[in-house]
């Protein structure tokens, strides 16, 4: 059972719009939520996280929105530029610290210019 | 600052062989050291992770194994391959004891396995 699930697989928006990357979890006990931003054949990029204290996140063009009530957290990508075209994995943790890392399956973007 | 390499970049191997990939941390002092597994397209999953010298935890049993020599380095192994093996191998560090526990990646080992 996927634990940390994301939608929509896959999107295309253009140059200058918003994306939107949906995504929800099921375990009360994640508390940290990085995003990360993978090109093919590299390993993945922080690209910004949040903790579940808070509601929002922002980092230049990028926003986390969270709702803990409804375990529910999306990511906007505001002014979509072409080199934004990567997979977006949102991932979770629980709040002891050694463990690694639960995943989505990701959401593969495409700007097109 | 921190730098993370892998080894090697990319491997052919045999079905039934040995593998030994290796991760090397430099500029940090005892950070904690995890392996990831990714399916060609698909998602990561964790397979270890170790807080310390000697020590390391499974996550999901995939006949591999990992060890931790040395403060800065991290090993995952296994004596004989499977077809199912095959994928890209990630090693990730972090800060031991942070709250928002960063990981960082590095840029991995494409495995096939033929």
């Known amino acids: 059972q996927q634990q940390v699930r994301q939608s929509p697989q896959s999107l295309t928006v253009w140059e200058g719009e918003t994306a939107i990357l949906n995504c929800s979890y099921e375990?009360?006990?994640?508390?940290?939520f990085p995003w990360y931003q993978q090109f093919p054949g590299e390993g993945p990029a922080l690209l910004i996280s949040?903790?579940?204290?808070?509601d929002k996140k922002e980092d230049g063009r990028f926003t986390i929105f969270f709702n803990k009530r409804e375990k529910k957290l999306s990511l906007h990508i505001a002014d979509s530029q072409p080199g934004d075209s990567a997979t977006y994995f949102c991932a979770a943790r629980k709040n002891n610290y050694a463990q690694g890392l639960t995943f989505g399956l990701g959401t593969r973007v495409s700007v097109f210019p | 600052a921190q730098t993370i390499h892998q080894w090697p970049v990319a491997e052919i191997k045999a079905v039934g062989s040995p593998l030994s990939l290796g991760c090397t941390i430099k500029g940090k002092s005892s950070p904690n050291l995890y392996w990831y597994w990714q399916a060609t397209g698909g998602t990561l999953q964790q397979l270890f992770y170790?807080?310390?010298?000697?020590?390391v935890e499974s996550v999901v049993q995939l006949n591999l194994s990992a060890s931790r020599p040395k403060d800065d380095q991290f090993i995952l192994s296994t004596e004989k391959l499977l077809l199912s093996h095959s994928g890209f191998y990630l090693c990730a560090w972090s800060l031991p004891g942070g709250a928002q526990d960063t990981q960082y990646f590095g840029p991995g080992t494409r495995l096939l396995v033929l």
């Open positions: 170790s807080i310390t010298v000697g020590q």
């Open positions: 375990n009360s006990a994640f508390d940290y």
């Open positions: 949040i903790l579940s204290v808070s």
